[in-house]
Nanobody, 118 residues
Framework: QAQLAESGGGSVQAGGSLTLSCAVSGVTFSFHTIGWYRQAPGKERELVARISTTGLEDYGDFVKGRFSISRENAKNSAFLQMNALEREDTAFYYC????????????WGRGIRVTVSS
């Protein structure tokens, strides 16, 4: 099972930018889809962005072109570049890996806080 470590969170003013990183170990990184999810207080966890092993990207509707997910297989790492941050982006952000092979095992990081203030 993968071990994941998120970094790069923190506090930023509205309109600012942050880049989250996810370092993955314990699995063959290139055989895993990588996802970023978030959960705000009192709300359900939701998909922020996802990138396949072939580089196909998928975003939550609320992203509206503000965020960009990427992966660097040589470094076993994934990134989430977040621009034009809004107060509504305040949440815990979680990195997730999912194997492309059955049983499609998922692993989750502990999460990292992002706070956007106006």
């Amino acid at each position: 099972q993968a071990q994941l470590a998120e970094s790069g969170g923190g506090s930023v003013q509205a309109g600012g930018s942050l880049t989250l990183s996810c370092a993955v170990s314990g699995v063959t990184f290139s055989f895993h889809t990588i996802g970023w999810y978030r959960q705000a207080p009192g709300k359900e966890r939701e998909l922020v962005a996802r990138i396949s092993t072939t580089g196909l990207e998928d975003y939550g509707d609320f992203v509206k072109g503000r965020f960009s997910i990427s992966r660097e297989n040589a470094k076993n790492s994934a990134f989430l570049q977040m621009n034009a941050l809004e107060r509504e982006d305040t949440a815990f952000y979680y990195c997730m890996t999912e194997s492309i092979f059955t049983p499609y095992t998922q692993s989750w990081g502990r999460g990292i806080r992002v706070t956007v203030s106006s």
